[in-house]
């Protein structure tokens, strides 16, 4: 089933919270609404699941428009933060709540309701617990029941609100991966809210990111890590530094110096030069680079990571020192710009 | 290794630092102990002593009294009213403050304090005022045939008053904590308003619930201040258990008012048994700081 968002506007009184969002998610797609706190993302989901009615714009299901459609009977099955699991029921009575609550003729019988929850306990690999209550179970496991039990429903889309959010690191890599595999298994169209870039990165087919109620982005994990469109991803996402700079003559000049050839199309004056740690790199000699001194030197994964300042702009920020060079703090060492995105001055 | 250790210091403190002194620990006792037994055990043994004075005969001829029957039914007639209107308030004022936002919340949730801060004397006196003879609101229901003051439809009213905030108060942090997640799932699970309510918000207050049940009811069956007022005190009419007790003993029927006061004393020691049970097995149900 795909989903198309068309200029969706919410507000809580004063505070906008979405400031007309419209998004295009194709059938079978997985993906992620990325985005700080605040940013709208789970405003957005819950409006798709009809848990909150937007101030305007609409939702359409495939062709329905469900924009007023009430929650019961859209046919989604939402995973929460907390899992909001039922606490007085057993795993397999969770499971099978969706069933269970349906309308006369539309109810499966009750061997067919536990035959149904006992294969999706299957599915999320909790065989033999199904007498266990929520209570009982660690916190990856209450997540994969909160699952199965959006599933239980065959729901027309998947929504997953921060689906990793209260699990330690280890966890919530494996159920990950998983979550990925269960998706290929099932084709459900899925959306998940996420502030965590690695999961978005990592999990989905393509990623949205919202920043101030307002969607920055919308690309694959490649396209928005590498060609990010605005100033507010290239912070967002992946380790970033910032420098004034100027734009003359298609050139891009920081500190008097001409240090990238192409502004890429951006109109002359000041401007921003936006810098990944691997975009810079130590030049073997002064001419052509930027005097700069190192401030301090850190281990960071299998690489350095050296904190240096541009001597001539008060810019500090960070790069890769490679395992060949040996850098001390203090020392004077020129450094070479190779690329960066150039985005207008604020 | 060095030779020298630091000497111990000779006013080495020999218990933690919050504890006392023995002295004092055992002060502190005997003055709680004293207090308890003189305070709360003794008039406890001393109404079933009393009862009991002229022998089980006694105690049960006074138990078969027209008038103590009648104030026995009126009481619980009172109180099985009562506590089902307060059932009904307490989950629909609770469910209103706890799950939706709007103006003027934190006045409701202190109007809903009132009764326990007014006089029991000042509740029954307004419902005195407002439908008796001459009260405001009296003339019109009298058109209508209905008798309230003095009468059964008033000790329910002020019953009513008086036990209004139990169960809401039991129920409003409870349903605070639980937030509105799990009815969010149920409902995107496909669940009508009333089977959510039925099937997932019921079940996760229902100690919560049964606690405040069990006070409200306490309150409602040994209410005397506000009944007193409004009853009139017509003798297997209008007088509920706690009235009985007084009309009793101001006629010097020790055994009598004895009586029926160990009954009250019975349901106050029943209740209190239920309620430590209560606490004892669902404890982080009622108090609401629990959350999975």
Same mark, same amino acid.
């Given at each position: 089933?795909?989903?198309?968002?068309?200029?969706?506007?919410?507000?809580?009184?004063?505070?906008?919270?979405?400031?007309?969002? !419209?998004?295009?998610?194709?059938?079978?797609?997985?993906?992620?609404?990325?985005?700080?706190?605040?940013?709208?993302?789970?405003?957005?989901?819950?409006?798709?699941?009809?848990?909150?009615?937007?101030?305007?714009?609409?939702?359409? $299901?495939?062709?329905?428009?469900?924009?007023?459609?009430?929650?019961?009977?859209r046919k989604v099955g939402f995973v929460f933060?907390?899992?909001?699991?039922?606490?007085?029921?057993?795993?397999?009575?969770?499971?099978?709540?969706?069933?269970?609550?349906?309308?006369?003729?539309?109810?499966?019988?009750?061997?067919?309701?536990?035959?149904? !929850?006992? *294969?999706?306990?299957?599915?999320?690999?909790?065989?033999?617990?199904?007498?266990?209550?929520?209570?009982?179970?660690?916190?990856? &496991?209450?997540?994969?029941?909160?699952?199965?039990?959006?599933?239980?429903?065959? +729901?027309?889309?998947?929504?997953?609100?921060?689906? $990793?959010?209260?699990?330690?690191?280890?966890?919530?890599?494996?159920?990950?991966?998983?979550?990925?595999?269960?998706?290929?298994?099932?084709?459900?169209?899925?959306?998940?809210?996420?502030?965590? &870039?690695?999961?978005?990165?990592?999990?989905?087919?393509?990623?949205?990111?919202?920043?101030?109620?307002?969607?920055?982005?919308?690309?694959?994990?490649?396209?928005?890590?590498?060609?990010?469109?605005?100033?507010?991803? $290239?912070?967002?996402?992946?380790e970033s530094h910032a420098v004034s700079v100027?734009?003359?003559?298609?050139?891009?000049?920081?500190?008097?110096?001409?240090?990238?050839?192409?502004?890429?199309?951006?109109?002359?004056?000041?401007?921003?030069?936006?810098?990944?740690? &691997?975009?810079?790199? #130590?030049?073997?000699?002064?001419?052509?680079?930027?005097?700069?001194?190192?401030?301090?030197?850190?281990?960071?994964? +299998?690489?350095?990571?050296?904190?240096?300042?541009?001597?001539?702009?008060?810019?500090?920020? *960070?790069?890769?020192?490679?395992?060949?060079?040996?850098?001390?703090?203090?020392?004077?060492?020129?450094?070479?710009?190779?690329?960066?995105?150039?985005?207008?001055?604020? | 290794?060095?030779?020298?250790? +630091?000497?111990?210091?000779?006013?080495?403190?020999?218990?933690?630092?919050?504890?006392?002194?023995?002295?004092?620990?055992?002060?502190?006792?005997?003055?709680?102990?004293? #207090?308890?037994?003189?305070?709360?055990?003794?008039?406890?043994?001393?109404?079933?002593?009393?009862?009991?004075?002229?022998?089980?005969?006694?105690?049960?001829?006074?138990?078969?009294?027209?008038?103590?029957?009648?104030?026995?039914?009126?009481?619980?007639?009172?109180?099985?009213? %009562?506590?089902?209107?307060?059932?009904? #308030?307490?989950?629909?004022?609770?469910?209103?403050?706890?799950?939706?936002?709007?103006?003027?919340?934190?006045?409701?949730?202190?109007?809903?304090?009132?009764?326990?801060?007014?006089? +029991?004397?000042?509740?029954?006196?307004?419902?005195?005022?407002?439908?008796?003879?001459?009260?405001?609101?009296?003339?019109?229901?009298?058109?209508?045939?209905?008798?309230?003051?003095?009468?059964?439809?008033?000790?329910?009213?002020?019953?009513? #008053?008086?036990?209004?905030?139990?169960?809401?108060?039991?129920?409003?942090?409870?349903?605070?904590?639980?937030?509105?997640?799990? *009815?969010?799932?149920?409902?995107?699970?496909?669940?009508?308003?009333?089977?959510?309510?039925?099937?997932?918000?019921?079940?996760?207050?229902?100690?919560?619930?049964?606690?405040?049940?069990?006070?409200?009811?306490?309150?409602?069956?040994?209410?005397?201040?506000?009944?007193?007022?409004?009853?009139?005190?017509?003798?297997?009419?209008?007088?509920?258990?706690?009235?009985?007790?007084?009309?009793?003993?101001?006629?010097?029927?020790?055994?009598?008012?004895?009586?029926?006061?160990?009954?009250?004393?019975?349901? %106050?020691?029943?209740?209190?048994?239920?309620?430590?049970?209560?606490?004892?097995?669902?404890?982080?149900?009622?108090?609401?700081?629990?959350?999975?």
């Amino acid at each position: 089933m795909d989903i198309r968002i068309r200029n969706i506007v919410k507000d809580f009184g004063r505070t906008a919270a979405l400031e007309g969002v !419209s998004l295009d998610i194709a059938s079978g797609e997985l993906v992620a609404l990325l985005g700080p706190s605040g940013s709208g993302k789970t405003t957005l989901l819950r409006i798709i699941a009809g848990l909150d009615v937007p101030n305007g714009g609409q939702v359409f $299901f495939g062709d329905e428009d469900a924009s007023h459609t009430p929650v019961q009977h859209r046919k989604v099955g939402f995973v929460f933060q907390q899992y909001a699991l039922f606490r007085h029921m057993t795993v397999l009575e969770n499971i099978g709540f969706g069933l269970k609550v349906r309308d006369g003729a539309t109810r499966p019988s009750a061997a067919e309701i536990r035959r149904r !929850s006992l *294969e999706l306990l299957d599915l999320v690999q909790l065989q033999g617990l199904e007498r266990r209550y929520p209570g009982q179970l660690s916190g990856g &496991q209450r997540q994969r029941v909160a699952l199965a039990r959006a599933l239980a429903v065959e +729901p027309r889309v998947l929504l997953l609100d921060e689906p $990793f959010g209260a699990l330690d690191a280890k966890v919530r890599k494996d159920l990950r991966r998983w979550l990925r595999a269960i998706h290929e298994r099932t084709g459900h169209t899925t959306v998940f809210v996420t502030h965590d &870039q690695d999961e978005a990165l990592e999990l989905a087919d393509r990623v949205a990111v919202l920043n101030k109620g307002r969607i920055e982005q919308v690309g694959t994990p490649d396209a928005i890590y590498d060609r990010p469109e605005t100033p507010f991803v $290239f912070r967002f996402i992946g380790e970033s530094h910032a420098v004034s700079v100027q734009v003359r003559e298609g050139k891009v000049w920081l500190a008097g110096q001409p240090i990238l050839m192409a502004a890429g199309g951006i109109a002359e004056g000041p401007a921003e030069l936006h810098l990944r740690p &691997q975009d810079v790199e #130590f030049a073997a000699h002064a001419a052509d680079a930027l005097p700069a001194r190192i401030l301090s030197v850190r281990r960071s994964g +299998p690489t350095r990571r050296a904190e240096i300042r541009l001597s001539d702009v008060e810019a500090v920020f *960070e790069i890769d020192a490679p395992a060949a060079l040996t850098v001390r703090p203090g020392e004077e060492r020129p450094v070479r710009i190779l690329r960066g995105r150039v985005f207008p001055a604020a | 290794m060095s030779a020298e250790r +630091p000497q111990a210091s000779a006013a080495v403190r020999s218990r933690p630092a919050t504890e006392d002194p023995p002295a004092l620990k055992g002060l502190l006792i005997a003055l709680a102990v004293f #207090f308890l037994a003189s305070f709360l055990v003794l008039p406890l043994v001393v109404v079933f002593v009393e009862a009991f004075r002229k022998g089980a005969e006694g105690y049960l001829a006074a138990l078969r009294e027209e008038d103590a029957l009648a104030a026995i039914r009126l009481t619980l007639t009172v109180a099985a009213i %009562a506590v089902p209107v307060n059932v009904v #308030f307490g989950i629909a004022a609770a469910w209103c403050i706890a799950k939706y936002e709007f103006k003027g919340k934190s006045f409701l949730v202190s109007l809903i304090d009132l009764p326990f801060s007014v006089s +029991p004397v000042v509740a029954g006196l307004v419902y005195v005022l407002l439908f008796g003879a001459h009260g405001l609101l009296g003339p019109t229901v009298r058109s209508w045939g209905w008798e309230i003051v003095f009468a059964v439809p008033g000790i329910v009213l002020a019953t009513v #008053f008086v036990t209004l905030p139990f169960v809401a108060r039991e129920l409003i942090p409870l349903m605070e904590e639980q937030g509105t997640t799990d *009815e969010e799932a149920a409902l995107s699970l496909g669940a009508g308003g009333l089977k959510t309510f039925l099937r997932v918000t019921l079940p996760n207050i229902k100690w919560g619930l049964l606690y405040g049940v069990l006070l409200c009811n306490a309150r409602a069956m040994g209410e005397f201040g506000a009944v007193s007022v409004i009853s009139g005190h017509i003798r297997g009419l209008t007088n509920t258990m706690p009235l009985q007790v007084e009309v009793l003993y101001n006629e010097y029927d020790a055994v009598g008012a004895f009586t029926i006061a160990s009954l009250l004393a019975l349901l %106050a020691l029943v209740t209190l048994a239920l309620k430590a049970l209560l606490e004892w097995r669902y404890a982080d149900e009622i108090a609401g700081t629990h959350r999975r």
